[in-house]
């Protein structure tokens, strides 16, 4: 069985752009959830999706979105990039929800000059 | 906020010590997990212990969990170089509903030849 995939692995952009990153689940699991990693604040929750339904969300400002496909492949989207998000994303998928084992993909480094 | 502080922030041993590591949170949870991460990639799951188990084992690593005390620990067994890496415990905490797992900050364990 082929593990979460996540693409792009890194991505450089400009502040103010926006961008989007990809995340394609373990065959058969619904659950998708999205962490931002930093040295300073560690692993934030972003967001969790289940059956193309966001159930829960973290304490991150509007600029950071995303959505799930029917497939269950996620996308995460963030507008009008800040030095600030410049971070690791990770996602995770799981057969039952995000509180349960989680299978991470390899991360996007996105870094925001 | 992190609901799980690891003790101690860096641990540094030679290949055949013993290494533990700790972990506190502060809520009531459901189950607690270990998580490993090797430098810049995803989190990689270890073990997954419940709230009513009090101890448990995969291969050479013993997990423990006293909910009085609201901590747990790590402990591998016969170390070797290649379990140099970042060690997570994550918690899915009651005052986020059980809904995600919030991670802590993290042991970073160098084992040398």
């Known amino acids: 069985k082929a593990g979460v995939t996540q693409t792009p692995r890194y991505l450089i952009k400009t502040r103010g752009q926006q961008v989007t990153l990809s995340c394609s689940p373990i065959s058969g699991h619904r659950s998708v959830s999205w962490y931002q990693q930093t040295p300073g604040q560690g692993l934030q929750f972003l967001f969790e999706y289940f059956s193309e339904t966001q159930r829960n969300k973290g304490n991150f400002p509007g600029r950071f979105s995303g959505r799930q496909f029917s497939n269950s492949r996620s996308e995460m989207n963030v507008s009008t990039l800040e030095l600030g998000d410049s971070a690791l994303y990770l996602c995770?998928?799981?057969?039952?929800?995000?509180?349960?084992?989680?299978?991470f993909g390899s991360g996007t480094q996105l870094s925001v000059l | 906020s992190q609901q799980g502080e690891e003790d101690p922030q860096a641990l540094s041993i030679q290949e055949g010590e013993n290494a533990t590591m700790n972990c506190s949170y502060k809520?009531?949870?459901?189950?607690l997990q270990w998580y490993r991460q090797n430098s810049g990639r995803g989190l990689v799951h270890l073990i997954l212990?419940?709230?009513?188990?009090r101890e448990k084992h995969s291969g050479r690593l013993r997990v423990t969990l006293d909910t009085s005390k609201k901590s747990s620990s790590l402990l591998i067994t016969a170390s070797r170089a290649a379990d140099t890496a970042s060690y997570f415990c994550a918690t899915d905490a009651m005052n986020t509903g059980f809904q995600k797992l919030v991670f802590g900050t993290g042991t970073r364990l160098l084992v040398s030849p």
């Open positions: 809520t009531s949870i459901n189950n």
């Open positions: 995770a998928s799981s057969l039952a929800g995000p509180y349960e084992k989680l299978f």
């Open positions: 212990i419940r709230s009513n188990e």
